[in-house]
């Protein structure tokens, strides 16, 4: 979980440091660009509100495989989008893989490990959050610089699945 989080939240902060090539290369501003922060965060925001109540009946390890699947698929579509709409939609399908995650998070922690052991297994899946919020931006730019803004969020795709 702790590497899915890490994912997640590289996949959300990478553009940050990618903005003047994207907007570049798909003929937007950095502004525009800029949004594909923003969308992911409104998305997370109300995947949050709702997917308890969606997935009430579900198992939540298969829950929890669609939002895998779902982040997989936000990075293809990030990776290949030929134009502004389309990487706006791969961002806010990143967004709704990281509000149902961190909705789920803290009550799938406190059902795996003993309860002695829950402030921990949180404290794990946080400093995966930590880690991934220090080194995305940075990470995304030096990989912008040796594979290009596709190849750094292509790299993404690979890791989701073992998330």
């Given amino acids: 979980m702790s590497l899915c989080?890490?994912?997640?939240?590289a996949s959300e902060f990478m553009p940050v440091s990618l903005l003047t090539p994207i907007a570049a290369e798909l003929g937007v501003t950095e502004g525009q660009t800029g949004q594909a922060i923003s969308i992911s965060g409104i998305f997370a925001v109300l995947t949050s509100l709702f997917i308890s109540g969606l997935t009430r009946r579900l198992d939540r390890r298969v829950v929890l495989l669609a939002f895998s699947a779902t982040l997989v698929l936000s990075a293809a579509i990030?990776?290949?989008?030929?134009?502004?709409?389309?990487?706006m939609l791969g961002r806010a399908l990143l967004g709704v893989a990281i509000g149902g995650f961190w909705s789920m998070s803290t009550a799938i922690v406190m059902r795996l490990v003993p309860a002695d052991s829950v402030p921990k297994g949180l404290a794990m899946i946080n400093a995966g959050n930590a880690i991934a919020a220090t080194i995305s931006a940075p990470l995304g730019s030096l990989l912008g610089d040796y594979i290009g803004w596709r190849g750094a969020f292509f790299l993404v795709v690979p890791l989701a699945p073992g998330a």
């Avoid at 989080?5 to 939240?9: E, G, K, M, S």
């Avoid at 990030?78 to 990487?87: E, I, S």
């Fill in 5 to 9: 989080v890490a994912v997640l939240i």
């Fill in 78 to 87: 990030v990776t290949f989008a030929p134009n502004y709409a389309v990487l």
